[in-house]
């Protein structure tokens, strides 16, 4: 079966920028997408399409997937950005979520 | 507004089923894919099942194939997760969540608040 796999964790200092991976097969050749999830909340989509950003989503929220690696960027982080942060693609007609990252504003 | 409310989770032993219901409203259900995705206590984030809007194309996690069943009722802007046979490792929130439509990636871009599964005896 298909698997993303993500850091654990990424620490920030407010104001700089976190980057998230996300390792996967040749998932450069798939389009993958990015949910945050705040304790005791619901995910949220925050990129889909690799780098577009739905309506509401910040523009300090960027993606780009090239490779085996998709990559999520938060840049200027806040301390509001503090959540787990999961990747998602598509095997066959299966969707497949990372192992998810926690991201602590220090 | 878009709402997506969760009901019917609960406790239920080993072996036993239970019938999850997701009530939509603020948007043309009949129109939307939907997906339901789950969540171990302090795990990541599981792909469940999925169902097109019309219910022509349904799909299982090989985790839930042939205990699961996946259905929808567009006359009431319903949807369902039907759980058999369920485990201990079924434990989890049960979220259903919204098929983005016109996007290539198809992403989740609306999710309920989740319904909690505990399977214990």
Redesign the interface.
């Given at each position: 079966?298909y698997e993303l796999t993500q850091p654990p964790s990424v620490s920030v200092s407010p104001g700089q920028t976190a980057s998230i991976t996300c390792s996967g097969d040749k998932l450069g050749d798939?389009?993958?997408?990015w949910?945050q999830?705040k304790p005791g909340q619901?995910?949220?989509?925050v990129i889909?399409?690799?780098s577009k950003r739905?309506s509401g989503i910040p523009e300090r929220f960027s993606g780009s997937n090239s490779g085996n690696t998709a990559t999520l960027t938060i840049s200027g982080t806040q301390a509001m950005d503090e959540a787990?942060y999961?990747c998602?693609?598509?095997d066959s007609?299966?969707?497949?979520?990372?192992?998810?990252t926690k991201v602590t504003v220090l | 507004e878009v709402q997506l409310v969760e009901s019917g989770g609960g406790l239920v032993k080993p072996g036993g089923s239970l019938r999850l219901s997701c009530a939509a409203s603020g948007f043309t259900f009949s129109s939307y894919s939907m997906?339901w995705?789950r969540q171990a206590p302090g795990k990541?984030?599981?792909?469940v099942s999925?169902i097109s809007s019309s219910s022509s194309?349904i799909?299982y996690?090989?985790s839930v194939k042939g205990r699961f069943t996946i259905s929808r009722d567009n006359a009431k802007n319903s949807l369902y997760l039907q759980m058999n046979s369920l485990r201990a490792e079924d434990t989890a929130v049960y979220?259903c969540?919204r098929v983005?439509v016109a996007?290539?990636?198809t992403?989740?871009?609306y999710?309920?608040?989740?319904t909690l599964v505990t399977v214990s005896s």
């Open positions: 079966s798939k389009y993958a997408c949910y999830q619901s995910p949220v989509l889909y399409q690799d739905p787990d999961y998602q693609a598509w007609s299966l969707r497949v979520f990372g192992t998810g | 997906n995705v990541g984030l599981e792909w999925s194309y799909y996690a090989d979220y969540a983005q996007v290539a990636d992403p989740l871009d999710w309920g608040q989740g």
